[in-house]
């Protein structure tokens, strides 16, 4: 009988492994940013590309909660200009007719593939698809942060905004990986490490932290904490615990602690690039710092409460998180779980121990890291 840790580590883990993109929708997706940076190549600007930022890039995409909500992938469109010799509108503008360009050639070609629909938002363009939407952040470098820094537009401000969405993307990295390198030094060999096919544990805290974020602001999305800076303070807050339930249990403990004040404002930097602060918004709208700390005070509440069901079985457990999640998911998760469960009992025999069918395999019936597992279509 697995632990009350391992077993919410599991029906978590199990839970957000169905709300991950699929690698389907995943490789339509790549493809579709990858033809847009290869036809900007040949009829842009000279040295402009296309990469990914944000979720997608640092693998915590979580399928959003409503009906026939599509899987938000964020983009940056790079173009090799100085802001000496552009305004901010100008850059936008100039992102806006390639991409529109684009999207007729797709159509005059006779690509059912191509976009259907492209929109202008406050800082990016948004090009639609089935089942998806990349939403094109334009900008050039920044040439006072090298090699990475970028200039982003912003219709509502007049100076350029910073960013470093490959800098970010690099230090989440080492913050998923410091799972590998504390078990590294536990082993003799790193050979004895377990390698994670597809979601450290930090990525799945990530996903689980703003599944449950998307639910409780499903309803006002205009005060919904962004994800950037959950995965920000998740990232700061990670100590490297393997298990997942423990993980998310001891992000929540120390995340709030890295919400700064500086100079009487509410700040958290940007690990890439300390003058981008992902709560300037608290400073002008207080109802939306009131709001954050509300969710963080319902999630925490929610993982105490899992953490006091030990010894009340797994159909207790299940019923609870039902309670606070998606149905859906959690039963798909539970259901999995439960057959595996099924499975190990039917190959025990009266005694409790392995029968020898089980135990010819020559290790333990059933193998789980907690750490996610490939897509299921």
């Not at 993982?303 to 207790?316: F, P």
Request: negative net charge.
């Amino acid at each position: 009988m697995d632990s009350l840790p391992e077993m919410l580590s599991m029906l978590l883990d199990g839970a957000v492994d169905v709300l991950d993109i699929s690698e389907e929708l995943r490789e339509a997706a790549v493809t579709a940013y990858e033809e847009v940076g290869a036809w900007l190549a040949d009829h842009g600007n000279p040295g402009s590309h296309v990469y990914p930022q944000g979720s997608f890039l640092l693998g915590t995409v979580v399928r959003p909660s409503t009906p026939g909500g599509e899987y938000d992938i964020d983009l940056v469109i790079w173009l090799l200009l100085v802001r000496e010799n552009i305004t901010q509108s100008e850059l936008k503008e100039r992102v806006g007719r390639l991409l529109d360009d684009y999207r007729k050639w797709k159509s005059d070609q006779g690509h059912a593939d191509g976009p259907h629909s492209l929109e202008s938002r406050r800082r990016c363009w948004t090009l639609g698809y089935q089942g998806f939407h990349l939403d094109v952040l334009p900008a050039i470098p920044d040439d006072e942060h090298p090699p990475t820094g970028i200039l982003l537009t912003d219709e509502n401000l007049f100076r350029w905004q910073h960013s470093n969405p490959i800098g970010y993307a690099d230090w989440f990295k080492g913050r998923s990986e410091m799972t590998r390198v504390l078990l590294a030094k536990r082993h003799a060999s790193v050979a004895d490490v377990p390698t994670w096919r597809t979601r450290t544990p930090l990525q799945r805290v990530v996903q689980i932290l703003k599944w449950h974020c998307m639910i409780a602001f499903a309803a006002d999305l205009d005060n919904r904490p962004p994800s950037i800076l959950i995965t920000t303070l998740a990232g700061r807050a990670y100590d490297g615990e393997p298990d997942l339930f423990t993980a998310v249990r001891g992000v929540l403990d120390n995340m709030t602690q890295y919400v700064e004040r500086r100079n009487d404002k509410w700040w958290v930097p940007n690990p890439a690039h300390e003058e981008e602060n992902f709560t300037d918004k608290w400073n002008d709208y207080p109802e939306r710092r009131k709001a954050f700390y509300r969710w963080y005070d319902q999630i925490t509440a929610t993982m105490n409460d899992l953490a006091g069901l030990e010894g009340k079985g797994l159909d207790t457990v299940y019923a609870r998180l039902t309670e606070t999640f998606d149905r859906e998911p959690v039963t798909k998760s539970y259901l999995r779980y439960a057959t595996e469960m099924n499975k190990q009992q039917l190959r025990m025999g009266t005694t409790g121990l392995l029968t020898a069918s089980a135990s010819s395999t020559g290790r333990r019936l059933r193998e789980h890291t907690f750490h996610g597992h490939l897509p299921r279509n």
